[in-house]
């Protein structure tokens, strides 16, 4: 710590000792600059700088009528294909980047035709050549900036406008913008001739010094100018975001402070690397602007990326077309006769359909390029600043790469997730049923759908401890002692957890020999119910009546399955002696092949209703009985249709039902004598808990349901 502080001392010492003698070398920068101009023309004529000038002005302008002319022929054969009113952000994107090309062919072409003049001009002289170059090269330098700032703010081109900033704001930040870039380039092409023509070091300092002050001044200016605007873009309010994450509103309304700040700290960073001259002296302050036209640029590239490659759009017309083809063939090898614009109709809705099916993936890509467009900004203003974000020995550059780690287990845990969650919706997304309305022995969720929730949770704790490891390996920690130790930690906790282990071993082989899923409705003995939830030791079943019971695996024993395959339902009915029973037989016959034929009662049977004929014989009926075949789940919702239908089939045909009757026989000597109505109501009151007694027997050997 003591020697840091000594070595920043010096350095600032060193610092106060050169600019005090820069100051002093200042008074002669006039005579500085006349004696280097005599040293590159020795007769004393300065009449060559205007020459130079001249001939660079006037090759840059023939340049740019001939680039301009090759951007005319481009647009006409290219841009006028696009729309004037693009939906798609890819459109917009192409648009863009197909003028961003053509500007760049017009610059090159400019560069390519400016040179040769400027090479055929002035041959002979080399510091005329030379003077030429670097306002070629200071003009150049000024287009491609004009380039990346115009495909940003499209201040002409509204419609394919991707920042979110209004038209009036894009032009005038356009033009500040760009008139401020202007002046630096000016000033910036003078010091680069200044080196040249090997002007003495203090006026060549003194002319960085500033133009970095220039710079960061008019850069400040903008930044004010525009602070409400592109405080509106940043929070979000611009683009119509109703609920802003609070961060971006603050940092969109006080966005421009830390910009000022910045400028000011760069410019003095740029005047002490300048007076000691040591690298990156210029470009500090222009910097954070570079850096955000790159990272919009690439973002721009990579969301061209993921909507023409990855995932290409599924809504696009060409993209329609081909389906429509696919469609048309198809139905041709059928034999099928098809509207043309029925079949677009369908091919337009199914191709939406796919697309909403992919929008989440993609919006997971885009958030991914998002984060990689923050970390190329990053890495542009700190290679900017000197700062190698490579090199492992700096603390920059292992944040990099601690940072690229977390990203990349980040996009594993969301696309993780992301998938298996939209793969459990297609799976068990129609098998919900609200509290309380659940059958037994409902259809339950598919296999797949079972596993993947643990599956998901699995495949999520592995990805975070891998992450987790990998960050603490790149930040110097031996993870081999954890492994040891964590095999320690197992083994003892497997001595103590031997119930935790048999639930666990047991939940996987009930899952393995696929003994039940989520959403089926089982019995292990003492309880039962429909599955609601499985985890790694033990699983929730929800009963009928609304209890929720949670089981470890380990205590199961067995596991009676109400859900799969079929159901069998079969229903007694009491009639009277005298009642036929082909009769009944035929009728249920009849009534079961009706059911068969409902459009929305016959899908559900396996088996149609039949009659099983006469199965007992009490004392006051005969016990008829009936049975079909279902789905699990659809035979409590078919036995009141068969009820229903079977009460209303009797009441047509005269068939009478049984009711229960008690016969109360008397002894020899009371048989004799007439009772009156209150021995009657006496002895019916203690016949009544015999019968009720026998009732509650019935009931509790039938359904509990």
Known sequence: ??????????????????????????????????????????????????????????????????????????????????????????????????RAIMMSLAVLTNAVVSG????????????????????????????????????????????????????????????????????TA????????????????????????????????????????????????????????????????????????????????AFLSSMHRVVLELPSQLGLVIAPIEAALVAMLAYGLLILLNDRVLLPRRDRPEAVD???????????AKGEQVDADELRAQARATAMEQEHAREPYRDLVDHGALILIVLIG????????????????????????????????YMSYRAVALLIDTQMEKEGGGNGNEPGESEVGGAGESRIATLLPIFRNFLLITIVVISVMVVLSELGVNIAPLFAGAGVVGLAVGFGAQTLIRDIFSGAFFLIDDAFRKGEYIDIGEVKGTVEKISIRSMQLRHHNGPLNTVPFGEIQFVKNFSRDWAMMKLAFRVTYDTDVEKVRKLIKKFGQSLLEHPDYGPKFLQPVK?????????SAMIVRVKFMTKPGDQFELRKVVYAGIRDIFAQEGIHFAHREVKVRLSDEDQTRELTEEQKRAIAGAVLPAVEEQQLKQAAGGDDR
């Open 1 to 98: 710590m003591q020697h840091a502080e000594e070595l920043s001392m010096e350095a600032a010492y060193a610092f106060e000792e050169e600019f005090r003698g820069l100051l002093l070398e200042l008074r002669d920068a006039p005579q500085q600059v006349a004696s280097a101009i005599m040293r590159v023309n020795p007769d004393g004529r300065t009449g060559w700088i205007y020459w130079a000038i001249g001939i660079a002005l006037a090759a840059i302008i023939v340049g740019y009528f001939v680039g301009n002319s090759l951007q005319r022929w481009g647009k006409l054969n290219f841009l006028d294909l696009y729309s004037k009113s693009p939906d798609a952000r890819t459109e917009k994107i192409g648009f863009l980047l197909t």
């Open 116 to 183: 040769v003049i400027i090479l055929a001009l002035s041959n002979g002289h080399p510091a005329t050549r030379m003077t030429a170059m670097t306002i070629l090269l200071g003009y150049l330098l000024f287009r491609g900036i004009n380039i990346v700032a115009y495909s940003v703010l499209a201040p002409r081109y509204s419609g394919y406008r991707m920042v979110p900033i209004e038209d009036h704001v894009a032009k005038g930040l356009y033009r500040s913008f760009m008139a401020a870039v202007l002046v």
């Open 186 to 265: 000016v000033a910036l092409s003078v010091c680069m001739w200044l080196g040249q023509i090997g002007v003495a070091t203090a006026a060549h300092k003194a002319a960085l010094i500033l133009t970095a002050l220039l710079a960061a001044v008019l850069l400040s200016v903008v930044a004010l100018m525009f602070r409400q605007a592109i405080g509106r873009a940043i929070s979000g309010e611009a683009s119509g975001h109703e609920n802003p994450a609070k961060w971006r509103m603050m940092l969109g309304r006080f966005w421009h402070i830390p910009a000022l700040v910045y400028f000011a700290f």
């Open 322 to 332: 081909r389906l429509v083809v696919a469609m048309e063939e198809e139905a041709a």
């Open 378 to 409: 990053f890495g542009w203003l700190f290679a900017r600043w000197g700062v190698s974000i490579v090199q492992d020995d700096t603390f920059i550059g292992s944040f990099f790469e601690i940072f690229m780690v977390m990203f990349l287990g």
């Open 611 to 619: 009659s099983q004929g006469v199965t007992a014989l009490e004392d």
